[in-house]
């Protein structure tokens, strides 16, 4: 059907009107988004070195980058990290959500926003926190460890550091975790739940037969989440590095090499070819992740 | 229709002006350091301003001391941090070519690094010369290169071993240790008695370990600024892992104890009585004190004396830290920039506070050669003539040492060995060859020829 001249232009000042709503956003998603990313590609692909100037040389930086033990050895670190932190997190926040959805006390209302407090904690505060908490001098654990006559020990030395941040890190998010769980949960049509009970269900069957597969998407949703974050790991153990008596090192996660390569080193050309690089081994990792969870999940579809 | 474009329009201009407004405020010109913000007052409201950065805990006085006495010029100063934050900081203002502050305050050892890369002016022209007979030629070495001098030095770290009077007393130890081995034996004796560690391998601060490696007789580094793309670097030579088998025995037998030093946990140690020595420069005792050290218990507890020797009758003076200002290719005006470098704690008043405090080691010989300095009783020693019995004998003892233009590199490699020392998993043999490997690489990747 022929649109008449009026129609047509009725038409483009409705389609310039929405371009004119989403320009502020994309305004700032171009000048802070795509703009330092295409700046920081342009940038990994020159080399410099103190005693040479900078040259051309597109693969130089990544053949370094997957070859470089610091960076292999963080992503070793964030992939170990993250295998062990996500289903411990995910048990707990999960495990939580059930209890409180069960439950519809005061004391539930409470309990769910004191889980979710930390995570309104700024992380930089939080670790601050945390680091005082850890002390063996002026921390709670050495008097604790004190009053029976051990040392106690430092949970951000070398042998400890893994446990000592995966506390943290779960402190952090295991609250943020379970309001999304927990938001899920709410949402199921709780006539199912009367169903299952007339059919003689009891409450753990319910819990793991009708409201776990329920929520599955949050779950997934999650653990994406938590993978990304993970992989990227740089606040905590960045504010603790300075008390962690070495413990965390300037090379510890992939992020935390890339900033120190940047600012300590001033290459900053390398240290965008490791950003690069990690981006690389994000999206490996999520992309893995969710083939393995294809036949379930639905995040993405 | 119409009006709701009109507003998602108007919208987008409000956003992009706010992002405008964001993006400013960064530029330079004439008269950028007019409205720079500074830690202290400025005095002569009128004068040109120029920017400075330094970290010495009485810099507020001495920079009030510098504004008082310039009407053509005034100081404005900030801490960015000490050492590593600020040459984090300064490092990325040379990258970025702005953010750099007129006037830094550097370690000797961190110049090269900053000269090689363009980032300090010369400032024999703007005076620097006049100056040169304050100090002794090693001093004046460190900050020159050739006829150039590229900073004013202010400050020196000759070392000495600082240790705990009734800790000594306490374990019946009649007179601090001479040498390496006494250190050692005294050590054991403490430990057999059930006292506290004798001393700290502090992983943090990787410039004593190489002031130690240097007194056996290594030699890290071997530099010429005028041939500024080769180096020789000899971190695994028999004397460096010598002395790091040394320290890793120490803490192997639980001698010494593995904290960070400067931090709120290691402070609170020293004030405590945890250590019984420790092996620092003479401008320690005043970052010390600023930490709370020496006002309690431990009050006129401490006491210096001459650095243990591998040798005896061969003694060698280390240093550890002091510093220069320098000069930024970035200043705005480099003759007033210079000026300030010149004579920002160059001023007897200055000195003497610094000093005084322990806060500094004065490099001027008008202040060494004094009689003042040599017989004044330190309150923080309890009354010794710490200057006179160790301090100055050490400075004049000091040969100097070279340095790479890759420092900051360097020590954050011997830090991870230092680190890994400590928790047992490397000998010192392993770690010097850890450092070798990783700091010669480095180099071959930054374009040096290594030799």
């Avoid at chain 1, 209890?99 to 505060?125: E, G, N, Q």
């Avoid at chain 2, 007019?34 to 002569?44: L, S, Y």
């Avoid at chain 2, 300064?90 to 980032?119: C, R, W």
Wanted: with cysteine; charged share 15%.
């Amino acid at each position: 059907m022929p649109t008449s001249p009026a129609q047509r232009a009725a038409n483009r000042r409705r389609t310039l009107t929405g371009w004119m709503f989403i320009l502020p956003f994309t305004l700032v998603f171009l000048v802070f988004l795509v703009a330092p990313l295409l700046y920081a590609f342009y940038n990994s692909l020159f080399t410099k070195g103190l005693a040479t100037g900078t040259v051309f040389a597109p693969l130089d930086n990544y053949i370094k980058a997957f070859t470089d033990p610091s960076f292999l050895g963080g992503v070793a670190f964030v992939v170990g990290f993250s295998l062990v932190l996500i289903p411990v997190q995910m048990i707990i926040s999960l495990a939580i959500a059930l209890v409180l959805d069960a439950v519809t006390t005061r004391f539930a209302r409470f309990a769910r926003l004191m889980i979710f407090l930390p995570y309104a904690i700024p992380a930089v505060i939080g670790a601050i926190m945390w680091g005082f908490l850890y002390s063996p001098t002026f921390g709670p654990l050495g008097q604790l460890f004190g009053l029976v006559g051990l040392k106690a020990p430092f949970l951000l030395d070398a042998s400890h550091v893994f446990g000592g941040l995966m506390n943290i890190v779960t402190w952090q998010w295991a609250g943020y975790y379970m309001i999304i769980i927990y938001a899920a949960l709410q949402g199921i049509d709780p006539t199912l739940y009367e169903a299952a009970r007339i059919d003689g269900a009891n409450a753990r069957q319910i819990a793991l037969r009708i409201k776990l597969p329920l929520v599955t998407n949050a779950l997934l949703l999650i653990l994406v989440f938590a993978l990304i974050g993970t992989l990227q790991f740089f606040t905590e153990p960045s504010v603790l590095r300075t008390i962690s008596n070495g413990g965390i090192t300037q090379d510890f996660t992939p992020n935390l090499y890339a900033y120190f390569t940047a600012f300590s080193y001033a290459q900053f050309n390398y240290a965008s070819a490791l950003s690069f690089a990690l981006g690389v081994v994000v999206f490996v990792c999520v992309y893995i992740f969710l083939f393995l969870t294809r036949k379930r999940g639905s995040f993405l579809s | 229709m119409k009006k709701r474009a009109l507003i998602a329009g108007l919208t987008a201009l409000v956003m992009a002006a706010g992002l405008a407004a964001c993006s400013g405020g960064g530029g330079g010109g004439a008269d950028a350091n007019a409205n720079a913000k500074c830690t202290n007052k400025i005095i002569h409201k009128d004068a040109p301003k120029v920017t400075a950065w330094a970290w010495y805990p009485n810099t507020q006085l001495v920079v009030d001391n510098f504004n008082k006495s310039h009407t053509d010029v005034q100081v404005c100063w900030n801490n960015v941090g000490q050492g590593g934050d600020e040459y984090d900081k300064f490092q990325t203002a040379v990258s970025a070519k702005k953010g750099a502050p007129d006037v830094v305050m550097l370690e000797a050892d961190h110049l090269a690094n900053y000269v090689i890369q363009g980032a300090l002016v010369d400032i024999s022209k703007y005076g620097a010369n006049k100056v040169k007979k304050n100090f002794s030629a090693g001093a004046w070495k460190d900050v020159s290169v050739g006829d150039a001098v590229y900073a004013a030095p202010i400050d020196g770290g000759p070392m000495g071993l600082i240790y705990r009077k009734d800790i000594f007393a306490k374990y019946g130890i009649t007179k601090p240790p001479a040498t390496w081995d006494e250190y050692a034996a005294d050590a054991q004796k403490v430990k057999d008695a059930g006292g506290p560690l004798f001393g700290d391998l502090g992983g943090n601060v990787p410039a004593v370990m190489m002031a130690l490696q240097i007194q056996k007789g290594a030699h890290p580094f071997q530099y010429d600024p005028t041939k500024p793309k080769e180096v020789g670097v000899k971190l695994d030579d028999p004397a460096s892992k010598q002395v790091l088998d040394y320290w890793a025995g120490l803490v192997k037998k639980g001698l010494v104890g593995t904290a960070d030093q400067f931090t709120a946990e290691y402070i609170s140690g020293v004030v405590g009585g945890k250590y019984a020595t420790y092996v620092s420069a003479a401008w320690a005792p005043g970052y010390l004190t600023g930490a709370g050290v020496g006002k309690g218990n431990d009050k006129g507890q401490f006491a210096v004396a001459p650095l243990p020797q591998w040798d005896p009758s061969n003694p060698v003076s280390v240093n550890w830290g002091g510093s220069a200002f320098a000069v930024t290719t970035q200043a705005k005006d480099k003759k007033l920039a210079a000026e300030v470098a010149l004579g920002l704690d160059a001023d007897p008043a200055s000195l003497e506070n610094g000093w005084k405090n322990l806060v500094i080691f004065p490099l001027n010989q008008t202040v060494l050669k004094s009689k003042e300095i040599a017989d004044y009783p330190l309150d923080f020693f309890g009354g010794q003539k710490a200057y006179g019995e160790v301090y100055i004998p050490a400075e004049n003892g000091y040969k100097g040492f070279t340095y790479s233009p890759f420092q900051v590199y360097y020590y954050a490699q011997l830090q991870k060995q230092l680190t890994a020392i400590n928790g047992g998993k490397i000998d010192g043999a392993g770690a010097a060859a850890a450092v070798q490997d990783a700091v010669v690489k480095y180099a071959k990747q930054q374009g040096f020829t290594v030799k």
